[in-house]
């Protein structure tokens, strides 16, 4: 099957980014000649059993983790969801865990599934910029919390959270920090020790990867029960023959992307510029959700008296994909949790857009995603 989109504008990189070409050609070998299994002694398996290797020690070193501190996964989903469930390890029925308001629903709905076993779900507020302040968290911990979780960087409107402060509370009071990191991953420099985190999710998807990979970091010695019993695989902690082609696939995108942090940021950072100052030229009526420290190319806006859902499919019937709110709940037509949660006025809420960059946009893509708004907001 061919895609169009070739001739439409892709502005849409926080629900999924294309493959890096590069990542690409390093995962087709292990599809066809390598395709041995991994587990096997044999020689015929040495090169999956290398590259796997190599995937490990490379995303380790992007992260500052240890190689045997990386858990291979199916995606961010099964990555925060060990993580979330993971309280359940410490057979701790008293336990208590805290998430900020504005997580993806892959950590709400695990949190949520652990209230049968008796646990308890504290919820953090944000700032109206999306920021889960420390004294937010001090004021809500107690000897009960075994784990908080917050992530680096929200999806809906990029805001990037004070992990280090946050994480340090936690440890302070004895509890496990997670950051779900499958927005910032690959997009802004990320050291698991600079950070102080335990627990960190990604998703290969996100940063220019295959989809249906990612990998869960888990500090040494941090209490984690498996979460896929079966074979070996994983340090027996996730059983399952692993994914080699998309395992690799993963590890040269992130090295790649990781590599272009410095040009990247500076690239988002005009494209952003360049999109906002002609809006305002056009004299469109919005506001710019998100903190001044957010994702570069991730922009939330809200146009006052308008319809996200109706921009976004205009904006297809144009040959441009952007998001309303997350992606990963384009079902869901309601204000989202997020926008809610910041408190963005009733006449703009429901009318946001997400307008995600990614490193193969440009400024032409800008300026027609900014006339395009132009005419269907002025109705022209
Ligand atoms: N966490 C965040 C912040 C996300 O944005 C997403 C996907 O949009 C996920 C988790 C889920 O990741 P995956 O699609 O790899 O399951």
Redesign the pocket.
Known sequence: MTSNIDKSIYADN???TSLDPCAFEAMKPYFTGCYGNASQPYSFSGSARNALKDARRIIADCIGAKEEEIFFT???????NWAIKSVLASKDVQSGVLVSKI?????LNSADSLRRFGIHIGYLDVTNEGIVLPEVLLKHIDQGIKLVSV?L????IGTIEPIRELAEIAHKNGSVFHT?????MGHIDINVNELGVDML?A????FNGP????FLYVRNGVPIDPFMNGGAQEHRMRAGTENVPAIVGMATALRINNEELVSFKSKMNELETLLIDRLHSYGLDFVRNGADSHLPGNISLSFRNSDGEMILHRMDLMGICISTG???DSKNTQISHVIDAIGVAKDYARGTIRISLGKYNTQEHVEKIALALKKIIQRE
């Not at 199916?74 to 925060?80: I, K, P, Q, V």
């Not at 779900?180 to 910032?184: E, I, K, M, P, T």
């Open positions: 926080a629900a999924t199916s995606g961010g989903t099964e990555s925060d997580e993806h629903h892959a950590i992530m960087a929200n999806n809906e779900d990191a499958v927005q910032a999710s998703s290969a998807h996100k989809k249906g990979v990612g997350s992606a990963c």
